[in-house]
Structures are given as structure tokens and as C-alpha cells.
């Protein structure tokens, strides 16, 4: 015999061998769901209805950003994908210019240990991109070996990211 058997909360007559989905109530019989989904039935038809939780609604509702892109935002940094990461890598330019100036591995390792305002400042600096550098720049239209070569790192770094699209139109502008 099972211990701890319930009754049949419909008939209240019976043990129970059920038990509604909904509400868990124990019956025993079909004849006793069909009494309760109909009594069941009139009391939700009397009760007023229960509201969702805002939660259950994915409120308040964010759109995706890329369905909306914030203009402010436009030239914010992004972070890079994997498959941007691997197109550096694997660039051949990339490794060509690495290869052909002996400076600039130590230059862009030197920049790395840097952090903050300081890294933005150095690599402004090695670019000549700075006010002063710009405007010196102008008076004597030359550029050192390591500029030059950073230079032309970093536009084949973008446009191993970009996919080698010259149609984009967001190239690196160096102020020349």
C-alpha cells in the first residue's frame, strides 16, 4: 500500500491517481478533470486577469546597436574579431614591412609597455601626428625611416582588418 496517499480534491471521495497540470490539484477520474477544468474554467472567467511581470516582457526593450548606430559613437574604437585578428596574422605585407625595418618591432613593443595618456602620446609622437610634429612636418615635408615605416604598418594593418577594400573610404588620414 503507498504511504501518504492524496485524495481526490475534486470528488473528495476517492484517493487520487492525478494530478492537474495547472494548478496541481489531485483527482481520480476523468469525470473529475472534466468537473474541474469546468469549475476552473468559471473562476478564471471571474477572477480578473494576472499581468505578466515586467521581466517576462524584455523591458524596456534595447534595440541591437548595429540597428541603430549612435553618430556620436561612429568613430569610437571597436573591438576586433577573430577573423580580423587572423587576417592580420596572416597578412604578408604585415610581415614584409616587419621584416624590412629593424626598428620597428622594438618601436611597437616599446609603444605596448606603455599605458593610458602615455601610449596615446608616444604613438602620436612616433606617427607625427601631434600639433607641433604636424607643424614642423610642413615646413620641411620629411619624415624619419621609423614614421614612415609605422605609417605604412598601420595602413596595412587596416586594410588586413577592412578585407583589402579600398571602396570603403575610411582610410588612416595623416593630416599630409
Not at 495547472?22 to 469546468?38: G, L
Not at 553618430?71 to 574604437?77: A, E, H, I, T, V
Not at 577573423?83 to 618601436?107: F, G, M, V
Not at 578585407?163 to 593630416?175: A, I, V
Request: charge should be negative; glycine fraction near 4%; hydrophobic fraction near 30%.
Amino acid at each position: 500500500m503507498k504511504a501518504n496517499t492524496a485524495q481526490c480534491q475534486v470528488c473528495s471521495t476517492n484517493p487520487s491517481k492525478y494530478t492537474c497540470s495547472k494548478c496541481y490539484i489531485p483527482y481520480c477520474s476523468v469525470a473529475c478533470f472534466k468537473e474541474h477544468k469546468h469549475s476552473s474554467k468559471t473562476l478564471e472567467e471571474d477572477a480578473p486577469k494576472l499581468l505578466r511581470p515586467l521581466t517576462s516582457l524584455n523591458w524596456p526593450y534595447i534595440p541591437e546597436s548595429s540597428a541603430f548606430p549612435d553618430p556620436l559613437k561612429r568613430n569610437d574604437p571597436k573591438d576586433l574579431q577573430l577573423r580580423q585578428y587572423e587576417a592580420i596574422a596572416t597578412s604578408s605585407k604585415i610581415r614584409s614591412i616587419l621584416s624590412t625595418h629593424e626598428n620597428l618591432p622594438d618601436l611597437l613593443t616599446s609603444l605596448d609597455n606603455l599605458r593610458g595618456p602615455e601610449r596615446e602620446e608616444a604613438i602620436q609622437k612616433a606617427l607625427q601626428v601631434t600639433p607641433r610634429d604636424i607643424d614642423r612636418w610642413n615646413r620641411s615635408r620629411e619624415l624619419g625611416e621609423d614614421t614612415l615605416a609605422l605609417r605604412e604598418l598601420a595602413e596595412a594593418v587596416e586594410a588586413a582588418i577592412r578585407g583589402n577594400s579600398e571602396s570603403s573610404g575610411l582610410g588612416l588620414d595623416w593630416g599630409d
